[in-house]
Antibody, heavy 125, light 110 residues
Framework: QLQLQESGPGLVKPSETLSLTCSVS??????????WGWIRQSPGRGLEWIGS???????YYKPSLKSRVTISVDTSKNQFSLKLYSVSAADTAVYYC?????????????????WGQGTLVTVSS | QSVLTQPPSVSAAPGQRVTISCSGS????????VSWYQQLPGNAPKLLIY???ERPSGIPDRFSGSKSGTSATLGITGLQTGDEADYFC???????????FGGGTKLTVL
């Protein structure tokens, strides 16, 4: 059974970089069939997709976050990571990683399953 | 403001049926596929429905999904107190190039 687990600092200072890692167990991140994504949830903004990647290195991000985000993969560790630069209080949220499926009908990004348990990141000095 | 619109809350009695709507546009629901997620209090979201109306293994058939035009609906029959949760819809938006989510609907089982 595939499981995902987020890890990283729970507190980040404003203007610094938020760094999180998602460890995948019970399956290979190098499967060509799946992508891997980051989603965050804050009380004021609901669920917000941040970006996703394929193990081959193909990445795609939410346009409004693209200038501040990097998602990368480490196949040797079966992990993928999120870096969010120049954070502010608005980036305070629970961050989830998840396996991301593409539609078999039109190839567009589709559903997330399973999700990690999530990790709360607070941006504060 | 979410790209997909859901009612903030719905309620029904145990054993009853409830539906949750998700309204969008031609660039998201109208042209792509809808997924639904259940988020129990304090937990991560869990996939309930994908590809508009498909249930993953392990999801009971009390849960169903449908789509018509630019709107989608999640149906839950035989309501149980354990179904009290937040429910979210999601779909790719081909114009905005984002995975869009609804704002979520809180289900109360009275």
């Amino acid at each position: 059974q595939l499981q995902l687990q987020e890890s990283g600092p729970g507190l980040v200072k404003p203007s610094e970089t938020l760094s999180l890692t998602c460890s995948v167990s019970g399956g290979s991140i190098s499967s060509s069939s799946y992508h891997w994504g980051w989603i965050r949830q804050s009380p004021g903004r609901g669920l917000e997709w941040i970006g996703s990647l394929h193990y081959s290195g193909n990445t795609y991000y939410k346009p409004s976050l693209k200038s501040r985000v990097t998602i990368s993969v480490d196949t040797s560790k079966n992990q993928f990571s999120l870096k969010l630069y120049s954070v502010s209080a608005a980036d305070t949220a629970v961050y989830y990683c998840a396996r991301h499926f593409m539609s078999v009908h039109n190839g567009s990004p589709n559903w997330f399953d399973p999700w990690g348990q999530g990790t709360l990141v607070t941006v504060s000095s | 403001q979410s790209v997909l619109t859901q009612p903030p809350s719905v309620s029904a009695a145990p054993g009853q049926r409830v539906t949750i709507s998700c309204s969008g546009s031609s660039s998201n629901i109208g042209g792509n596929y809808v997924s639904w997620y259940q988020q129990l209090p304090g937990n991560a979201p869990k996939l309930l429905i994908y590809d508009n109306n498909e249930r993953p293994s392990g999801i009971p058939d009390r849960f169903s999904g449908s789509k018509s035009g630019t709107s989608a609906t999640l149906g839950i029959t035989g309501l149980q107190t354990g179904d009290e949760a937040d429910y979210f819809c999601g779909a790719w938006d081909s114009s905005l190039n984002v995975v869009a989510f609804g704002g979520g609907t809180k289900l109360t089982v009275l």
